[in-house]
């Protein structure tokens, strides 16, 4: 075990020092992707397993990426070879195609995308709106247009829903509701439901808890859902690449029906078994399991998941995602901030970019990134961070430097010393302070930020807490925060020492120690 | 030998200094005197090229202060403000001898030349490993003429030097400076704001006022023959007692 940790350790510090390059690291990889639901994972993991049964190439399994964007993203760009979605999902959010719901016209459009969609798995996993049966029954509501007769109910709607295109914008238009929805987690709905904050949400067909929290689906009698019929995305160079691994994908054709789909769901969210235990019973044997993945934490304590077999792997990787992130930050930051106090002009356009950086949402830099890197994982989570920790340094390191006295400043004009020299044996050190306290506000945010990297396979305690999120597990949730919390306070601990090694002694002294006449 | 040749300078709207044209002679001590904002300062940075006058040049030793010959010039010149100027940074020792050790001078010879000037300037060596915040005002001041001294340039610029200070070390230190002033024969310009230190220190006192010249002599001529209502009206202002007044 100690052996396999610290291989796995190795690894891992391998994989945050290379970067862009190592998405498709050999060319006997399969990378499978899923998104960051239970079902996605789940389907991700007996794809994986399927292909690894066949013994033609390593496969990893790339899991909980994000949302749609990030692992079409990731697909389009090579750094996932396939990864399972829905035939609904890829004609309106992918293709906005409302024509294309037959397999035929969606290989037509995806076909100049390089991009193919097979092996119908058997299920359709259609979204629908549901209540609590109880409320429902009372308020006698049973389909989705007696939602309009109730302005007042309180709509708790998935982001992805919200924002999609064959989502809520297109459902309100439809039914003409007159509701203004609020944006929810997905796990976090099924609560605020069950506590009656909420009303209704939104929820895939085969969701496990739709039985456990005796949920009313709505009957969609305008017949707005198109179906979501489960197949594999995948890119149309793989079947030639790797024969054998795309036959064994074919013997998933109709493997999972609804019902199954539903009872698996319920294995790992409810009865808090592992995604690859899941999926290795289901394929009974025929597969091969990948490294045990985040799963679901419903049986066991919170004290064993936070100092769970993963904590000093994903220790290791966020610490390596802020150090990776922040040095060039910090050095980029600094030069920037350099170039801001000498131009006034140059330092309004370069204060505006690189705050501008900061309002763009963390989800949507990193999908542009990975189109950009063609791959996903530590390399654009490290860009995004870094991206991300310019501002305070470059802020603090121009205000430090145009805040300094001007008599002192002009005495080391005035003394003969070159530019260059007076920037790095006067105006830098007397800005030290300013410029260490950017740093550690990156480096803070940082922490925080780099929770988001799970989204992308990067790794960090942001896998507990996007598996938390996932499967609806609060103590696998807190599992990744308070780590990531603890880090955070050991980061401003650590620059408050390394003020006492950077800022110069006679800067820390109190006027007037010890003077004499 | 100095010479702003037809120099002016103005900030935003407000005239500093009106086109004029004055000369520091070699190895005297001139005073460059009148009340705050009068233009004083500005000709001293003109000199040591933090202030680039909008017309006219400034001639060193018959040579025109330009972009290429800036530094060595610099290097050529001690700048003393108010406080010393000194970096919080860096102890007094290292203050002293940043530029000799930045121009590659041997540290031998920086140690020996620092050990000269603090006797010179009458502070204690063990008082040098001391920061800025550490000493007392006329010991920062001792240690900024130190650091002016370092490199022995002919010529010294002092920007109300000992304004900070309180009267008694005031006077202990102007007593020190003009002796070192008179030992070293270095060109000195020194703006004040007060006539007694003019006085005291002066081979030659220029008077200014808005920017302009009002007169450039002695003391005495200022007393004496003062060249318009306003000399008198400064004299009386700061209630100089007339020095060598007769009986």
């Known amino acids: ?517 | 030998m100095i010479v702003l040749e037809n120099v002016s300078k103005t900030y935003a709207r407000r005239i500093a200094v009106h086109p004029v044209t004055l000369s520091f002679p070699a190895e005297k001590t001139t005073i460059l005197i009148g009340p705050s904002g009068c233009g004083k300062s500005t000709l001293l940075r003109m000199i040591v090229g933090l202030a680039a006058p909008d017309t006219g040049r400034v001639l060193i030793d018959g040579e025109a202060l330009s972009r290429e010959n800036l530094q060595a010039n610099r290097h050529r010149i001690g700048y003393v403000i108010q406080e010393g100027g000194l970096f919080p940074h860096l102890t007094a020792r290292e203050n002293v001898g940043l530029l000799a050790r930045h121009l590659g001078k041997s540290t031998q010879e920086i140690e020996a030349r620092i050990g000269a000037l603090a006797e010179l300037v009458g502070i204690p060596a063990e008082t040098l490993h001391r920061y800025p915040q550490q000493l007392s005002g006329g010991q920062r001041q001792r240690v900024g003429l130190m650091r002016a001294l370092m490199l022995d340039p002919p010529t010294l610029l002092l920007d109300e030097p000992l304004g900070a200070l309180d009267p008694v070390t005031r006077h202990e230190l102007q007593a020190e400076l003009k002796s070192i002033f008179a030992e070293l024969r270095k060109t000195v310009v020194l703006v004040t704001h007060d006539m007694g230190e003019a006085g005291y220190f002066a081979d030659e006192i220029i008077l200014m006022r808005e920017g302009r010249v009002v007169q450039r002599g002695s003391i005495d001529d200022l007393f004496e023959r003062p060249a318009e209502a306003y000399v008198r009206t400064f004299l009386t202002a700061q209630r100089v007692a007339r020095p060598h007044a007769p009986a």
């Not at chain 1, 991009?115 to 409320?135: D, Q």
């Not at chain 1, 922040?326 to 170039?339: E, K, S």
């Open chain 1, 1 to 517: 075990m100690t052996a396999l940790l610290s291989a796995s350790t190795k690894a891992a510090i391998l994989c945050m020092l290379l970067v862009a390059a190592t998405g498709r690291a050999a060319e006997q990889t399969i990378n499978v992707g899923s998104k960051r639901f239970t079902e996605s994972y789940i389907l991700g993991e007996i794809l994986a397993q399927t292909m690894r049964g066949s013994g033609e190439a390593r496969v990893v399994h790339q899991q909980g990426l994000g949302n749609t964007a990030i692992v079409f993203a990731a697909l389009k760009s090579g750094a996932i070879d396939l990864y399972p979605d829905y035939t609904g999902t890829v004609a309106f959010e992918l293709l906005n195609r409302k024509d294309a719901t037959t397999l035929d016209a969606l290989n037509k459009a995806l076909a100049a995308e390089g991009l193919g969609a097979a092996v119908r798995l058997g299920f359709s996993n259609t979204y629908s709106i549901a209540m609590i049966e109880k409320r429902a029954a009372a308020l006698g509501i049973a389909k989705i247009s007696e939602l309009a007769l109730y302005p007042n109910l309180e709509l708790g709607l998935s982001q992805e829903f919200l924002n999609r295109r064959d989502g809520w914008r297109a459902l309100k238009e439809t039914y003409g509701l007159p509701h203004t929805a609020r944006g929810l987690d997905h796990g976090l709905a099924y609560e605020a439901l069950a506590a009656g904050q909420i009303d209704a949400m939104d929820v895939y067909s085969t969701d496990a808890k739709i039985t456990r929290y005796a949920l009313r689906q709505l009957a969609d009698d305008r017949r707005f859902f198109p179906p979501y019929d489960a197949v594999v995305l995948y890119r149309l160079d793989f079947p030639d690449r790797f024969p054998r691994a795309w036959a064994a994908l074919k013997t998933l054709e109709n493997r999972i029906d609804t019902a199954t789909m539903a009872r698996l769901n319920a294995d790992a969210e409810i009865a808090g078994r592992a995604f690859t235990d899941v999926a290795r019973d289901f394929l009974g044997g025929n597969g091969a399991a990948s490294r045990p993945a985040p799963g679901p934490a419903a049986r066991r304590s919170f004290w064993s998941v936070l100092f769970g077999p993963d904590l000093s792997r994903l220790t290791l990787q966020h610490v390596g995602l802020v150090g990776a992130s922040l040095v060039p930050a910090i050095v980029l930051g600094i030069l920037l901030g350099v170039w801001a106090a000498r131009s006034r002009r140059a330092g309004q356009w370069i204060l505006a970019a690189v705050g501008l950086l900061q309002t763009v949402p963390a989800l949507a830099l990193l999908a542009f990134l990975i189109t950009l890197m063609g791959t996903i994982g530590t390399g654009p989570a490290v860009v995004a961070l870094f991206l991300y920790g310019l501002l305070p340094i470059v802020r603090n390191t121009a205000s430090g430097l145009i805040d300094l006295s001007p008599p002192l400043r002009e005495s080391a004009e005035a003394l003969g010393l070159s530019p260059l020299a007076r920037l790095i044996r006067i105006e830098l050190p007397l800005a030290s302070r300013s410029i260490l306290a950017g740093a550690k506000t990156s480096a803070v945010i940082a922490v925080g930020t780099a929770t988001i990297a799970a989204f992308i396979g990067a790794g960090g305690y942001g896998e507990r807490i996007v598996a938390g999120l996932a499967v609806n597990d609060t103590a696998m949730l807190l599992a990744g925060a308070l780590p990531a919390a603890a880090l955070a306070l050991a980061v401003q601990w650590g620059f408050e020492l390394l003020e006492r090694c950077v800022v110069p002694a006679g800067l820390r002294l109190s006027p007037q120690n010890d003077a004499t006449g």
